[in-house]
């Protein structure tokens, strides 16, 4: 599954959801982990509705975002578009939070993590 970072080096998850400009994406599965691309959030209006909505445009693909802080709003907007805001609440490391989230995709998820894991799959039907 792809899970955006907000980060200022690829290195720590730094920064504000709000105050990101570019976002490191990571595919992620129980046994593997590689960093696939920085994406931009470009170009935005200059109210805070027309921000937010810039950036959850450039993660549409994404199931997950781990962010040092994110505003209710914000929060609100992604889970609207099926991305599920994970907030750190402090600098922790990307590689680090990489490697225990393949440890609970190793294990049980919970259900919600479940969901997220076949965001942008299309569900199997059984034809009799």
């Known amino acids: 599954m792809k ?3 907000t980060t200022k080096t690829g290195e720590m998850i730094d920064l504000h959801f709000g105050q990101t400009d570019v976002f490191h994406i ?4 129980p046994e593997d982990a590689f960093f696939l691309e920085t994406v931009s959030v470009g170009e935005h209006g200059r109210d805070e509705e027309d ?4 950036r959850a445009q450039v993660l549409d693909d994404c199931a997950i975002v781990y962010t040092m802080q994110i505003g209710g709003p ?3 907007k992604l889970v609207a ?3 599920h805001p994970m907030k750190t609440g402090n600098e922790v490391g990307l590689k680090e939070t990489v490697e225990r989230f393949q440890e ?3 294990g049980n998820p919970p259900p919600w993590l479940r969901k997220a894991m076949n965001k942008g799959q299309t569900p199997a039907f ?3």
Do not use: N, Y
Not at 51 to 54: E, G, L, N, P, V
């Open 81 to 83: 578009l099926k991305i």
């Open 126 to 128: 059984d034809e009799d």
């Open 3 to 5: 899970i955006a970072f």
């Open 26 to 29: 990571w595919e992620v599965g």
């Open 74 to 76: 914000a929060a609100a």
């Open 104 to 106: 609970v995709l190793r």
């Open 51 to 54: 921000r937010i909505a810039a």
